[in-house]
């Protein structure tokens, strides 16, 4: 399967931003899908995932409550809408996705092993 992420861009603190992730290839139903994101000289950290009707976000306070993963599989494509937009959300945001992630594995990026190119979110105070 192929990702394009996509949706990133500048916005001003609390803002909103949705970002898509298309995925070539079928059943894209049957794949997990995640966000994760990396900020620049940080390691990459898990957003949120969802995986048939499980949705994990991150236990992270500051993402808890403004995050949300969705998924339309009719159009192949995941989404993340982020609310409330806090400049340390700053990062690139990557999509993943794969067939064998399992519940416990939702959380690690190793679980995935097709990833979208990032999409840069920019949130300025």
């Known amino acids: 399967v192929q990702l394009q992420a996509s949706g990133g861009g500048w916005v001003q603190s609390g803002g909103s931003l949705r970002l898509s992730c298309a995925a070539s290839?079928?059943?894209?139903?049957?794949?997990?899908v995640a966000w994760f994101r990396q900020a620049p000289g940080m390691e990459r950290e898990f957003v949120a995932a969802i995986r048939r009707g499980s949705v994990i976000t991150s236990n992270d306070d500051s993402v808890k409550g403004r995050f949300t993963i969705s998924r339309d599989n009719g159009k192949n494509t995941a989404y993340l809408q982020m609310k409330n937009l806090k400049p340390e959300d700053t990062a690139v945001y990557y999509c993943?996705?794969?067939?064998?992630?399992?519940?416990?594995?939702?959380?690690?990026?190793?679980?995935?092993?097709?990833w979208g190119q990032g999409t840069e979110v920019t949130v300025s105070s």
């Open positions: 993943a996705a794969d067939r064998t992630v399992i519940t416990s594995t939702m959380r690690d990026s190793r679980a995935y092993n097709y």
């Open positions: 290839g079928n059943p894209f139903s049957a794949y997990a």
